[in-house]
């Protein structure tokens, strides 16, 4: 127990922590919203067989905790020979859920999005995949947006879990250092706000975001304009 | 332009299209009348082909709608082949169906970018156009939900031509406009007609579409009951178009 040093100097460590936790965020939402968003086109344009393979992995992922999925990819993989570092072993289990997460709001999106809007397009001769792209998941965005905001959110937050398993982001650093230093409260209330710092601009650009949207007559509610 | 021969369409076991022959000829506009359910929005949407049909046949500009025949038997034609025919006879729907995301320019512009292959200054320029044909130059930069439906119509009319169609569909398109929106629109189809654009109509506007069809149809039940030049509705034949114009002046 060193009584004598500040939060200050254990900035470079906590950081160097924090750095970790994004990069882990930003690779399970980056990924997490491409596998996503085309697992939901495949969803909204597959058929009966796709859709219920689709619909048991979501089944799958959802229903157990995150902190049970991350235990399956550390524990499980290792099993079969396939072995990863602790890092990579926690951004596949994020990005697995963030996609299939993702993938139902983005199902849902394109839902609320009426069926008119895709014949129109291909009255014009647009193909499928043109139409889909330019004229359906621009609009299943504006109902997508608080969900995935939400969405963003929670996996910053979420990236947290993965300090159980040994893997060296800002939680797992925070608790290190209390450990060694004892200052519980400084290096929490450091952590709070590291964290408020990173989700209240999110929050904010996704408001940003809606407020856009209704300056083109658009909400992100369903049924706006015809 | 369109030959349509014994089509026939059914979802399950109902019969929507029950063996329709008509002829569109070039520069023509044809007008469709029927009560609902008669099958004149299906009749359209199996010329753009949004619907596949299971007999008969449709031509347009002499080349088979949807699919292709090898060796006597029918078969889908390639995606791109359909979609190909479908910008060359465009749809016009009675919910106008704009793309809400984009401002009128762009709804005009998009499928020449997207399906012509143009550059979009290009693709804008020819919408400009369009719109001024239209009388909308001066809403161009709105977004769809802060137009009325009669320039919402007229923006989906200018975005059917952008791709410049062998032939336009023209689907109930007044039928969700008040009277006086419903005039700017028709206004537009009137100048189409007399600039010799082959159209086929349906509608419930007997006035407009006496003034401005050649030829007409009346479709029940999925058959052609009565057909004939605009004077047809002056002096219909049939009991059955008789008591139909009876109750649509009634309304």
Redesign the interface.
Known sequence: MDRSISVIQLLPLLLKGFGITLLLAAVAIGLGAVFGTLLGSLYAWGGRVVRAVLFMLVTIVRGVPLVVQVFAVFFMLPAYGIKFSAVSSAGIALTLFASFTIMEIVRGGIEVV?K??M??????????H?AMR??VL??AL?SMMPSLVNQGVFMVKATSVVSLFGVTEFMYVSKEQIERTLMGFEIMAFVWIAYTIVCYPLTALGRRFEEHLKG???TSLAG??? | MIEITALKKSYDARTIIDGITLSVPKGTVCGVLGPSGSGKSTLLRCVNFLEPYEGGEIRVDGELVGYELDNGRRALKPRREIARMRSECCMVFQQFNLFSHMAALDNVAIALVKVRGLKAPEAREKAEALLAKVGLSNRKDAYPAFLSGGEQQRVAIARALAMQPKVLLLDEVTSALDPERAAEVLDVIATLGREGMTMMMVTHQVHFAREVCRHMVFLDEGRIVEDGGPDMLARPKTQRLRSFLRHLRLA
Request: charged share 10%; aromatic share 8%; glycine share 12%.
């Open positions: 009426p008119a809007q014949q129109a397009a291909l009255s014009l001769g647009f193909s499928y043109e330019t004229i621009p609009q504006r083109r007559g658009q706006a304009g015809a």
